[in-house]
């Protein structure tokens, strides 16, 4: 009987501990789901280019415009191919990359005014040859998706040559500063390859040919102004971590 009325109060006491004892345990919260990694774009990268482009030419001396509608003496265009490399520092805030960039090519864009005879008898031709430009980057990304606009200084090596029909030549050349500004869209093809599609606009001011009192052909002093404009595709390699993983 003893033991009947033991276990009986035993079991009652068991009975009051349970609750208690639940009731001091925390609740039971499920582990938060981890979501799809979305691509980090910021770190260094190097890379390479090619691509092509068009330019125009102004040239102006002291005859003046040819017709009373032009700002030049003679206008011609140029056309050709462009291939070099680049470098460059991404930050990612959110959706936004803010960066800096710099690059050097080599150019092969000729054109000459030999279809529309410049004034005073010469032909003039000018060759951009390489160039540079040191710009900042600022854009929007959707994961591996980065939409960006991009300026700042650009550098340019040009070769001119003046020729007189059955007379003298005059080749000189010139190194000029201008200005760059441009945008594309780039997408990070894996977690370090990342592959662009971009245009650009260069305009690199005038450059001179000086007279005393004419130019070394005999020709009157002349000032071509240059303005650029290149599409290029890219294929750049990104240091540092790929992606990062969200909750």
Do not use: C
């Not at 010469?122 to 951009?128: D, G, P, Q, R, Y």
């Not at 994961?143 to 200084?153: C, I, N």
């Not at 002349?222 to 990062?244: A, H, I, M, Q, R």
């Amino acid at each position: 009987m003893h033991r009947i009325l033991l276990t009986t109060v035993s079991l009652g006491a068991l009975s009051l501990a349970v609750p208690a004892l639940a009731a001091d345990l925390a609740p039971y919260t499920k582990a938060p789901a981890l979501v799809a990694a979305t691509y980090d774009w910021s770190g260094f990268y190097i890379g390479a280019f090619g691509g092509a482009g068009y330019g125009n030419h102004n040239l102006n001396n002291a005859s003046g415009p040819n017709t009373p509608n032009a700002n030049y003496t003679a206008n011609y265009s140029s056309k050709g191919g462009t291939a070099g490399g680049e470098i460059g520092y991404n930050a990612q805030s959110g959706n936004y990359v803010f960066g800096v960039e710099a690059d050097y090519a080599w150019f092969d864009m000729k054109g000459s005014d030999a279809a529309d005879v410049f004034q005073i008898g010469s032909i003039n031709a000018t060759n951009l040859r390489q160039g540079g430009t040191l710009r900042a980057r600022a854009g929007f990304t959707v994961d591996r998706w980065l939409m960006f606009f991009t300026g700042g200084w650009a550098y340019g090596d040009f070769s001119h040559t003046n020729t007189v029909p059955g007379g003298a030549v005059d080749t000189f050349s010139n190194n000029r500063s201008g200005l760059t500004g441009g945008g594309g869209v780039a997408y990070a093809l894996t977690n370090n390859l990342i592959g662009k599609l971009e245009y650009r606009y260069y305009d690199f001011g005038a450059y001179s040919r000086a007279g005393t009192p004419l130019t070394p052909n005999g020709q009157l002093p002349y000032t071509v102004n240059n303005t650029y404009s290149v599409v290029t595709l890219g294929l750049d390699f990104k240091f540092g971590e790929p992606v990062v993983a969200k909750y």
